[in-house]
């Protein structure tokens, strides 16, 4: 009798969970080619067109039969671009220290898989982005993270990050803008950060991937903006998924000294060859206008309006975000009700209930690690956004 395929799969496979918010998005998708009208408030991807002159470059790069294998880490001039707009910035890199990816997610798993030996800890601040635990324990390393409050404005503290470091932790990550929270670090918090890095001697991975989406007037703050002398001990992580509507193109990079780089491109080479060809020049163009005009100030009407919305909610507490495209309101005061005979323990359940009861989709926070929470993103019509925080208070308000 031969062996089912299922009893074939490795043990390091087997301890990788699929991406909750791919699962929610596909579930929604197949709901409305039946015809339903679902809200997708699931899947982080803007609604915006990908800006003209970025299409155009790559309508041109097809046409110039350029769809071929580049360098594994990029197009030279891609990576010279990106260097140059990391030294803009404040970062200095040369085009060694650059890489391009298909992708900010590869990126990422690149570098833990570069940075981590099995058993290696990497530590992250809570509420964060589902895929990098996942990420983390596929490249052999272990995921730990630390708590944040909404009361102190999800911020990383010195305390929470001391508390989870061991002999083993290698890396620290960090993301603001934040997924899922939208909060955006502050220059205080992460300074303290930094010394917490020198004592431990860390390395730091930030992913700046929402970099562009800052709807106040505070700055985006990277560690090295505040601790240049970290330069030899931080990746940056960053892409045009989300500032320019490239989510299916695929195009991230990232910067670190050269031997990390070096490093992740060797892997690359192996596994991926090089990133898309067509994506890349075409991404030469995107490089020409960083933050295109009336994107981030669409994003921010929608926004102020999910904010007021959510507002008119019973017992639904919504801290304001400030970056990124997400909200992310505690429903744990409606925990622990009956919904026509489902009890709702936890949030899973709750967005399980909107979505196959009211066509609301949202990821419940205990993806992100932080139960009690659900994360909508604002990235969909006024309309929509209107019409969905209607569904949303509609359950709550049968829930016995």
Known sequence: MSTPAEDRLSGKVCAIQSSITLEVSAIAARLKREGHHV?????????LPTPQ???????????????????AAGLPELRAGIAKRFTDDGYPHEPSEVMITAG?????????????????ECVYPAPFWSS???????????????????????????????????????????????????TVYTAETLEAIAEVVRERDLFVLTDDIYQHLIYTDEPFTNILD???????????????????????????FAGAPAPVIQAMTRVQSQIAG????????AALAALDDPSPAGRKESLDQ????????????DRVVTPEPRGAFYIFPSIAAHLGKTYEGTRIDDANVFSKVLLQEKLVATVAGDAFGAPGHIRLTYCTSEADIVEGVRRLGEMISELK
């Open 132 to 182: 990098y635990s996942e990420m983390v324990r596929a490249a052999g390393g272990t995921p730990v993270h630390f708590s944040t409050s909404a009361e102190m404005d999800f911020q990383p503290t010195v305390e929470g990050l001391r508390g989870v470091l061991t002999d083993r932790t290698r890396v620290l990550l960090l993301n603001s803008p934040n997924n899922p929270t939208g």
């Open 53 to 71: 002159p970025v299409q155009d470059a790559g309508i041109d790069a097809i046409r110039k039969g350029l769809g071929r294998y580049t360098a």
């Open 274 to 281: 090089s990133p898309p060809s067509i994506t890349q020049h």
């Open 39 to 47: 809200i997708a408030f699931g899947a982080g991807e803007p609604d």
């Open 226 to 252: 505040v601790a240049p002398d970290l330069q030899d001990r931080v990746l940056i992580i960053n892409g045009l998924s989300k500032s320019h509507s490239m989510t299916g193109w695929r195009i991230g």
């Open 104 to 120: 900010a997610k590869p990126a990422l798993y690149l570098a833990f898989y570069a940075l981590l030996n099995d058993g290696d």
């Open 302 to 313: 929608r926004r102020r309006l999910i904010i007021a919305e959510l507002a008119k909610l």
